[in-house]
């Protein structure tokens, strides 16, 4: 009898695992239904979304996902484009924020579709493929000239994304792609809070080939709320 409970209970410690590790997550919260625009970004034939977050729910998380895209027409529009945003059929963001892959539906523009972007696609599937980046905006650092990044691999041998983290306003959003050739800081000083991209560029100029991706400090003025 012994022997069979020695037996069997590694089987039951691991079935209870298992279990535990199948559990449905809890529901999702409905704060984070809604439109949750974001901005596409590409390096080679690779396509990356990026949410546009704000201070406040249901906006406030930094979400950067691989797109899994075989649209030759949407991969030239991102390269050829120094701005693509898509504007999303409503859908819950914490389905994002825990990693899961979305499908959806969404109208693509050249330019910020909040700021008379030029509407070029409508209803176009968007497969949110892989999550590569998730932070929340609270306990945020106060507006500082120490600038703090993390570098984000893709699978991609050298290549990274750099985000920014966003601090309290004024602060800005910032992705920048860097072929690591060197050692590269993920936290250096600027001359102001929100410096202009060149200046962070010139920062990190000893970190290899660098192809700005994302830059936005307007929304993050005065913790602006929409």
């Given at each position: 009898m012994?022997y069979?409970?020695?037996?069997?209970?590694?089987?039951?410690?691991?079935?209870?695992?298992?279990a535990e590790?199948?559990?449905?997550?809890?529901?999702?919260?409905p704060?984070?239904?809604?439109?949750h625009?974001?901005?596409l970004?590409?390096k080679?034939s690779?396509?990356?979304?990026?949410h546009?977050?704000?201070?406040h729910?249901?906006h406030?998380y930094q979400i950067?996902?691989?797109v899994d895209?075989k649209?030759v027409n949407?991969?030239?529009?991102v390269?050829d484009n120094p701005?693509v945003?898509?504007?999303p059929?409503?859908f819950n963001?914490?389905r994002?924020?825990?990693?899961?892959?979305?499908?959806v539906?969404a109208?693509?523009?050249?330019?910020?579709?909040?700021r008379?972007?030029?509407?070029?696609?409508?209803g176009v599937?968007i497969t949110?493929?892989?999550?590569?980046?998730v932070?929340?905006?609270t306990?945020?650092q106060?507006?500082?000239?120490?600038?703090?990044y993390?570098?984000?691999?893709?699978?991609?041998k050298?290549g990274?994304?750099?985000?920014?983290?966003i601090?309290?306003a004024?602060s800005?959003?910032h992705i920048?792609?860097v072929?690591?050739e060197?050692?590269c800081?993920t936290?250096f000083a600027?001359?102001?809070?929100?410096?202009?991209?060149?200046?962070?560029q010139?920062?990190l100029i000893?970190?290899?080939?660098m192809?700005?991706?994302?830059y936005?400090?307007?929304d993050?003025?005065?913790?602006?709320?929409h």
């Open positions: 012994k069979l409970t020695r037996l069997l209970l590694p089987l039951l410690i691991a079935f209870n695992v298992s590790e199948e559990a449905p997550p809890p529901p999702l919260d704060a984070y239904e809604g439109i625009g974001m901005a970004m590409q080679g690779t396509i990356f979304a990026s546009m977050p704000l201070y729910k249901p406030d950067l996902y691989k895209n649209d949407l991969l030239q529009v390269r701005l945003t898509i504007k059929e409503k963001l914490q994002l924020i825990r990693g899961q892959e979305v499908v539906k109208d693509v523009y050249i330019g910020h579709f909040e008379e972007g030029m509407l070029i696609y409508e599937p949110l493929a892989e999550q590569l980046f932070r929340q905006l306990d945020l106060e507006a500082s000239r120490i600038q703090e993390s570098a984000v691999p893709y699978n991609s050298s990274r994304l750099y985000v920014h983290h601090q309290h004024p800005f959003d920048i792609h072929d690591l060197a050692s800081p936290k600027t001359s102001k809070v929100v410096p202009d991209e060149k200046e962070i010139y920062r000893n970190c290899g080939t192809k700005p991706l994302y936005e400090a307007q993050f003025v005065k913790g602006k709320k």
